[in-house]
């Protein structure tokens, strides 16, 4: 465990700040030896704000720490550290809505912050998820005293575009976030009839029992959560609601002081989009230093060489690599920022990315594949070498550079939303205990969650609601790197209908997987609904050809010789996603479901296709279609 120093520091446990409307916030305040004033580091959590931190850990140390540990540590480099409870949780005052708060809030203590006589007017604010998203609405209020930032896996760029809805589609890990932390809540704590109810519900045969509605879902009994998530459930359109400060930087980004921005994201969390978007605004925009660092994990889990059923081996960790630790990367960041005597030129590029892949395929002894891969530092992103290259959806299942020649063509499957194509991985968290994110084999095993109960073991591409078209075996090493697009021609029997695609690195069979790994790299979904603009709904006209556009989130990852490049499309990925009941009824109010008869244009005329953003390649050979 990390030790907590005991020289000289001192600690003002819930001191209560007041906010503009009276409320008040609980927040502890722990103080280095010596005389101030000092530099000041703030992190706000709706997490408790002395208890353990899931991702405070490290390679070398696997039991996560407190936050009043954490506290310690910097308290004892010569800092004033701030840890708040959010509104509405724990010790502190008012009602928690979720997200909605946190601007106003976060300004409102840092200006409290700056009246104290122990705080030098440099404040730096730090935190993970939602501990980032806090940092980045606060930034949105242009507040004088911010000096810096340490975004972790968050910060909402856009909440609609990505990490509550994304391509249309609602996120359901909203809505096991939300059923995890109404256990755990105040109001349930105090009423022993609701802590009773919520204990004893089945949150996985929920699952299987949509559509829910306000009064019949498992957040029924916790009232104030029932209702932020169908809020959200229901605001399918891009409206002002999506507009807010903590829900929106990109209307903001303008009045967010020019600091240095230290942004930190992984490839299988469900903040990549915010993250490269956040990185790609603020750099243009801003003087001082933003940096990006992107790694192969699931959310928070930069000490693990492993997401889900992948290895990347050592090289993948930011202990050893990127930094000695999380805890001494933080702190040479702040040092360099908040303390003049360490003002230093930066040499490193701003990006630094791990290129997955490469690996040798094996086995491990915890029975992973070992895919490998290596770390790139770039002046920009995405990289400046990447070339955009389409290839093209083929009627007999290829994937290739050549343009359909057939005037018409389609493919046709059936989507029923009483039997979805069932989530594999991918940039998920908070998902547990029916989904869980990373890279794994797309087969359905029996530890994946699906609609339907005792399913039996299959590979995803054996169903026929799921569309595969891939390249021939390839002939050298091809690296993607930076956001595909899947630019297709669709039709339905339905007014509205979802489109998914997937990018798969296809192992060919081998002694240790002598059915080959199928290993999901990235994913995304569109609502037909909102192909004209996510500000407006324009339903479809049976059997007529439209154009769409899905954007999975960015990547990197090297398809190795002799692999082939999979793009799988189908109409469902549950419960990741809701599921599109096809009738056309609002968001978030289903009553009923019906059966999708949808199609994938492959023509001349119809020449639907992804296109990758590839750092190095030698074209595919285009036969075997």
Known sequence: MLKTPDAGMTMDQNVMVPMR??????????????????PVLMERTPYGKSHQSRSEKSLFQQE?????????????????????????????????????????????TLQWLLEQGWCNSKVGTMGLSYGAHTQ?????????GLACMFMDSGGFSSAYHGGIRQGG?????????????????????????????????????????????????????????????FRQWREGRFSDYWRQTGLWAEGFYAQIPDIPIAIVGSWYDPYVLTCTSNFVHLSSLKQSRVQLLMGP???GNRSQTWAGDVDFGTASTLDGNIANNYLDYRLDWFNRWLKPAN??????????????GGGAGTRNRDGRLQHGGRWQRVDRWPPGETSNEPLYLHAGGGLLKRKPEQESAYIEFVYNPENPVPTIGGAVTSGEPVMAGGAYDQRVTPAVFCYQDNHPEYALSERGDVLVFETPPLGNDVVVTGAMSAE????????????????????????????????????????????????????????????????????SNLFKKGHRLRVDISSSNYPH????????????RASEFRIATNRIHCSDRYPSHVILPILQSAAPDDDGD
């Open 169 to 229: 589609a609602f996120e359901l890990k909203q809505a096991t976030w939300a059923f995890r932390h109404a256990l755990v809540s105040q109001e349930t704590q105090d009423d022993p009839a609701r802590r009773s109810i919520l204990q004893n519900i089945d949150i996985v045969a929920w699952f299987r029992n949509m559509p829910w509605r306000p009064g019949h879902s498992p957040l029924t009994v916790a009232p104030e959560y029932e209702e932020t998530l």
């Open 577 to 588: 996603f809701d599921l599109n009941p096809n009738t056309g009824e609002a968001e978030g």
């Open 136 to 144: 980045l609405a606060l930034a949105c209020l242009q507040p004088s």
């Open 343 to 356: 003002h230093q030129s930066v040499n490193q590029p701003p990006v630094c990315y791990f290129q997955m």
């Open 64 to 108: 996560s720490v407190t936050r009043a540990e954490v506290a310690a540590f910097f308290s004892a480099h010569g800092y004033v550290v701030v840890m708040q409870d959010c509104r509405g949780r724990y010790r502190s005052g008012g009602t928690f809505t979720k997200y909605l708060n946190e601007a106003e809030d976060g300004y409102d």
């Open 488 to 555: 297709l021609w669709v039709s339905s029997d339905c007014p509205d209908t979802d489109f998914t695609v997937k990018l798969i690195d296809v192992y060919p069979p081998s002694e240790h997987w002598p059915n080959g790994f199928a290993m999901n790299i990235t994913d995304g979904v569109f609502r037909v609904r909102y192909r004209e603009g996510w500000d407006r709904e324009v339903f479809m006209q049976p059997g007529e050809v439209y154009q769409i556009s899905i954007r999975p989130f960015a990547t």
């Open 21 to 38: 409307d009276g409320v008040q916030l609980a927040t502890d305040v722990y103080f280095p030896a010596g005389e101030g004033p000092w």
């Open 297 to 299: 994990w699931t959310h």
